[in-house]
């Protein structure tokens, strides 16, 4: 090797040659271990990438198995299918939905073919809306099932990616029976709402601090006001005070107590007047727990009303004599006033309720019984006198009378008796019927001529005296007019020419209020030459009387001031005739006799009264002495 001109060759040095070795070597050496160490780095990431890739992937197979779990278990169908509704997957769920057994069993159908054809179009439009990346809500449809069953479904879609293709993940939760819940509690509010709105009725709600919340029909047309107007407010808005607060201390014992109640409420009308409400107010609770108090109330104002005039005629009744008692149709007493306490000896209370032939006893047959509601039935009432007994077994008469009692349809509802305690009276009957039998004994037992006349002058006794007397059988003069009789036992042929017309004023005076005393003649003497008694309006005849007719008497007519009547309701005119035939002077005995009430006995009364001097050959006629 040439050196070039101008230098110095010199000779090498091995000590710089191993020393520039070295640094080489030791610079490699570093170079390597940095490289190294760098792939060591590299190495490591992409372990430690391996095994996050490994997690993750581990993840993703745990998640998908936890996916598919919860698909396979959900009690939701789900299903998948590609944009053209070919069915790509279905959950257990969903297959038991539709069912069948898999999804092969659906012949590929689409599940556009299950919708109703009104919903197509609402399906087309949510499935572009999925597509274009926007979510849709949950919505409701109908379904046609393979086995023609027809359910209702909620629908939640999304759109996922199956098998590396776009499709619909869609969650079907069947609402066929909440579907069936609410359409019956639809139908059950309405027919509560209409039962509510029309029932006469007034039915309202408040919740727990008295604001209304619910009011029907009848509530609004009768207090004239609605809902709008009256929901959300209490009774202190919409009452005067003192009503409000009578609502709201009823509202809280409602609440408190936790049971319904009864309340006669009372708020103003129009008319400046009360008006009464019977209202039944009851707790309750929504399904959130809330307390409510609802209440249903009646006008009761006309009831109230008559109420009080039942209550007035029921101390109008307590002061009344005469027993009142009512029974229902199957008589069972129903009414017993203080007069049937004091009469039979039961009270009210014992007595209401029983049957009235536990309470009275009576000497009634069943043949009177029958004959008693066929009369009542017949003719509107029936009127008897019997014997009842009181509670210690006294024994009563009573005079009753029965009236049944009817309701709107026409049908017997009950019976109201109207009874009176005659006892006091039929004894006074009784002593009054023995004494007018003795008086019948006496009269026709007596030899004096004696005659009974009604008030209006017919004759109803003729006994044998008057026979006796005027030749005239009883059987021929009972029942004509006593006048005329009498007429035809003067000798009207032998006495003064206006006697007969005399005659008839006195008869007329006798049966009137007059006491009337007059001496007649037997129409069987004979006349006689006549002279006046000097200082008398008398005339005297001195008949001579024929062979064994000498029968002469005396009419004398009694007739009580004031007309009472006998008991037989009838004024009675009673005649006595005295005989006077002994041709001597002779004291003539008069019984007069005075007719009277049933609670009065007839009393035969003596007198005596001096007769005229009578012969064969006198008779007498006195003018009538008043």
Request: hydrophobic share 30%; with cysteine.
């Amino acid at each position: 090797m040439s050196t070039p001109p101008g230098t110095t060759q010199k000779k090498s040095d091995p000590v710089s040659k191993n020393e520039g070795s070295q640094d080489i070597s030791e610079e490699v050496e570093r170079l390597v271990l940095e490289r190294t160490r760098e792939l060591q780095k590299e190495n490591d990431a992409f372990r430690d990438r391996n095994l996050g890739l490994q997690s993750a992937v581990a993840a993703l197979r745990e998640s998908e198995e936890r996916y598919r779990a919860m698909v396979e278990r959900s009690p939701d169908a789900i299903v998948v299918h590609d944009l053209e509704g070919r069915l790509l997957y279905a959950n257990p769920a969903a297959l038991r939905l539709t069912g069948v057994q898999s999804i092969h069993d659906l012949g590929g159908r689409s599940v556009f073919s299950t919708l109703p054809a009104e919903m197509l179009d609402t399906v087309s439009e949510g499935m572009s809306k999925l597509v274009q990346g926007e979510s849709l809500p949950p919505i409701s449809m109908p379904m046609q099932l393979p086995d023609g069953r027809r359910i209702h479904v909620d629908v939640t879609a999304a759109l996922t990616a199956y098998e590396g293709n776009p499709a619909i993940q869609a969650v079907l939760k069947d609402i066929t029976a909440r579907r069936q819940a609410e359409e019956t509690l639809r139908e059950s509010e309405e027919r509560f709402t209409a039962f509510m709105d029309n029932s006469p009725a007034m039915a309202w709600m408040k919740d727990e601090e008295g604001r209304y919340v619910y009011m029907n029909r009848s509530f609004g047309d009768r207090l004239n006001v609605r809902l709008a107007d009256w929901q959300g407010k209490t009774d202190f808005e919409l009452w005067p005070p003192h009503v409000a607060g009578q609502f709201r201390e009823n509202d809280r014992a409602v609440l408190e107590r936790d049971r319904a109640i009864e309340f006669v409420e009372e708020t103003p009308n129009p008319e400046g007047g009360a008006t009464y409400w019977l209202n039944c107010k009851f707790p309750f609770k929504d399904a959130s727990g809330r307390k409510y108090v609802g209440g249903i109330g009646i006008d009761i104002t006309a009831r109230r009303q008559a109420e009080e005039q039942l209550a007035y005629q029921a101390r109008l009744l307590s002061h009344i004599h005469d027993v009142i008692i009512g029974t229902d149709a199957s008589f069972r007493i129903t009414m017993w006033n203080p007069a049937a306490e004091r009469l039979y000896g039961w009270t009210a209370d014992e007595a209401m309720g029983k049957p009235v032939y536990e309470v009275i006893r009576s000497d009634f047959s069943s043949e009177q019984l029958a004959e008693s509601l066929h009369m009542l039935h017949e003719t509107g009432e029936y009127r008897v006198e019997i014997r009842q007994y009181q509670r210690d077994g006294t024994p009563i008469e009573v005079e009753g009378v029965t009236i049944p009692l009817f309701g709107e349809n026409g049908r017997v509802t009950g019976y109201l008796a109207l009874n009176r305690d005659i006892t006091e009276r039929k004894r006074a009957e009784e002593t009054l019927k023995e004494r007018e039998e003795q008086l019948r004994n006496l009269i026709e037992c007596s030899g004096d001529g004696i005659v009974l006349t009604d008030e209006t002058g017919r004759i109803i006794t003729w006994n044998q005296g008057m026979e006796t007397i005027t030749g005239l059988a009883a059987k021929d003069v009972l029942g004509k007019p006593g006048c005329e009789i009498q007429l035809r036992v003067v000798n009207t042929e032998w006495a003064d020419p206006d006697h007969q017309t005399r005659y008839r004023a006195v008869w007329d005076r006798i049966c009137g209020t007059a006491s009337i005393r007059t001496t007649i003649v037997s129409r069987k003497c004979r006349p006689a030459p006549s002279r006046e008694r000097p200082g008398t309006s008398s005339r005297e005849y001195s008949p001579s009387p024929p062979p064994g007719d000498t029968a002469q008497g005396v009419l004398c007519g009694m007739s009580p001031s004031g007309g009472v009547r006998s008991s037989r309701s009838l004024r009675a005119k009673r005649i006595i005739a005295g005989c006077t035939c002994n041709w001597r002077p002779r004291i003539w005995r008069r019984t007069s006799i005075s007719i009277s009430s049933p609670t009065t006995s007839a009393t035969p009364r003596t007198s005596q009264a001096s007769m005229p001097n009578c012969s064969p050959t006198c008779l007498t006629e006195r003018r009538p002495d008043t």
